[in-house]
């Protein structure tokens, strides 16, 4: 089955440095892979998709890179903020499997002050 | 409007209970998902509505049964369910398969 792990459970960083988030897959090929941010009792909220033949995107403080041959993705926010603590998932659409889709297990970022 | 909508909030039912979670989006999406997100655990995919139809169904138990009554709304229907059901259940959306997904705030369902 799918496998999808991200670095570490939780993330302390202090205010004004860049968090860098790894989600690692096996097994499959995924078409596309997104990052959702999720807050305790909200549903997720997208930030960013990235597709097999893209390398990076960035959207303002955000940017993610893809790469199909480590099967690895890396979720960078600069300048981060205490606003940017909550718990951010990446999520992977795999075409191959029926249009399956996935959610790796999650980091916990804390900004500090 | 880039909201999806979903009823009720909270939820507790008994074991011999049968109720009903509502999901409605109005942003012509065709293809809606139902979640089942345990504490600390991400979201696991339940089922995949795409245009109406029933795609995916990944090996949900009998007691949730999903419908689509139509292109805007999302019911999933609930019955003889366990103790270890208890989860929020989030519905999303998207404007297609492979789309990025708008979620639900969730329904925080306990089953006593």
């Known amino acids: 089955s799918q496998k999808i792990e991200q670095n570490s459970e939780a993330l302390n960083i202090q205010e004004g440095k860049t968090a860098t988030l790894t989600c690692n897959y096996t097994?499959?090929?995924?078409?596309?892979l997104q990052w959702y941010r999720q807050d305790p009792g909200r549903g997720p909220v997208f930030l960013l998709l990235?597709?097999?033949?893209?390398k990076e995107k960035r959207k303002e403080r955000l940017k993610v890179t893809f790469d199909t041959t480590l099967k690895q993705s890396l979720f960078h926010i600069t300048a981060s903020q205490p606003a940017d603590s909550a718990t951010y998932l990446c999520?992977?659409?795999?075409?191959?499997?029926?249009?399956?889709?996935?959610f790796g297990t999650g980091t916990s970022l804390t900004v500090i002050p | 409007d880039t909201e999806v909508t979903q009823t009720p909030k909270h939820l507790v039912m008994g074991m011999t209970n049968k109720k009903s979670l509502k999901c409605e989006q109005h942003?012509?999406?065709?293809?809606m998902y139902w979640y089942k997100q345990k504490a600390k655990k991400p979201p696991e995919l339940m089922f995949v509505?795409?245009?109406?139809?029933?795609?995916i169904n990944e090996s949900v138990p009998s007691r949730f049964s999903p419908e689509c009554p139509n292109s805007s709304l999302l019911n999933l229907h609930l019955h003889a369910l366990q103790p270890e059901d208890s989860a929020l259940y989030l519905c999303?959306?998207?404007?297609?398969?492979?789309?990025?997904?708008?979620f639900g705030p969730g329904t925080r369902l306990t089953v006593t």
């Open positions: 509505y795409s245009y109406e139809k029933l795609s």
């Open positions: 097994n499959y090929s995924p078409a596309y």
């Open positions: 999520a992977l659409d795999i075409l191959n499997t029926g249009n399956q889709f996935y």
């Open positions: 990235i597709r097999e033949n893209e």
């Open positions: 942003m012509g999406h065709r293809a």
């Open positions: 999303a959306s998207s404007y297609d398969r492979s789309y990025e997904q708008y």
